[in-house]
Nanobody, 127 residues
Framework: QVQLVESGGGLVQAGGSLRLSCAASGRTFSSYAMGWFRQAPGKERDVVAAISRSGGSTYYPDSAKGRFTISRDNAENTMYLQMNSLKPEDTAVYYC????????????????????WGQGTQVTVSS
């Protein structure tokens, strides 16, 4: 089992940047594929980035390509999401998620694929 804690959210102007962190408990962080999701009020929870156990494979939906970068430090049990060129439509609660997998290069981009979730961190982008 793993526990996840997000941090780094806040209020930023359009065009600005934020870096989110997801700290994981336990000694088997490298056994988990990870993902970042977001949910705006009245909308479904959507993936914004996903990364494999090793960090060698990543996934971004079109809305995040070229602006967001997911990374992980398995030695520090931490995953990151660097968000640049933020837009008001990026405003949402951002969640990190984990899924145990035996496939080192696999990533997952639907919320049903994940077993563990953090509590979320609010990101607000003002226009």
């Amino acid at each position: 089992q793993v526990q996840l804690v997000e941090s780094g959210g806040g209020l930023v102007q359009a065009g600005g940047s934020l870096r989110l962190s997801c700290a994981a408990s336990g000694r088997t962080f490298s056994s988990y594929a990870m993902g970042w999701f977001r949910q705006a009020p009245g909308k479904e929870r959507d993936v914004v980035a996903a990364i494999s156990r090793s960090g060698g494979s990543t996934y971004y939906p079109d809305s995040a390509k070229g602006r967001f970068t997911i990374s992980r430090d398995n030695a520090e049990n931490t995953m990151y999401l660097q968000m640049n060129s933020l837009k008001p439509e990026d405003t949402a609660v951002y969640y990190c998620a984990a899924r145990s997998t035996s496939y080192s290069r696999a990533y997952y981009y639907t919320d049903n694929d994940y077993d563990y979730w953090g509590q979320g961190t609010q990101v607000t982008v003002s226009s």
